[in-house]
């Protein structure tokens, strides 16, 4: 299972978690979650921006 949270990436004031068997899936339910409650649009979502978060991403 991976998972990444708000507060991992530095939203501290979010307590909200991904979770995904795959990484297509996390990013899948994240992304959902940054674009709705944290106001990211929808093309910032590259995959550079993945990539710059993807050294927080827990492994378990």
């Known amino acids: 299972m ?3 949270s708000c507060r991992d990436i530095g939203i501290m004031d979010c307590e909200y978690v991904a979770r995904g068997e795959t990484e ?8 959902e979650h940054i674009i709705k409650v944290h106001g990211t649009e ?3 979502i590259t995959p550079q ?3 710059s978060y993807k050294r927080y991403i827990k492994y378990s």
């Not at 297509?24 to 992304?31: N, R, S």
């Open 24 to 31: 297509e899936e996390l990013w899948g339910e994240g992304v």
């Open 49 to 51: 921006f993945k990539e």
């Open 2 to 4: 991976l998972s990444l």
């Open 42 to 44: 929808d093309a910032d």
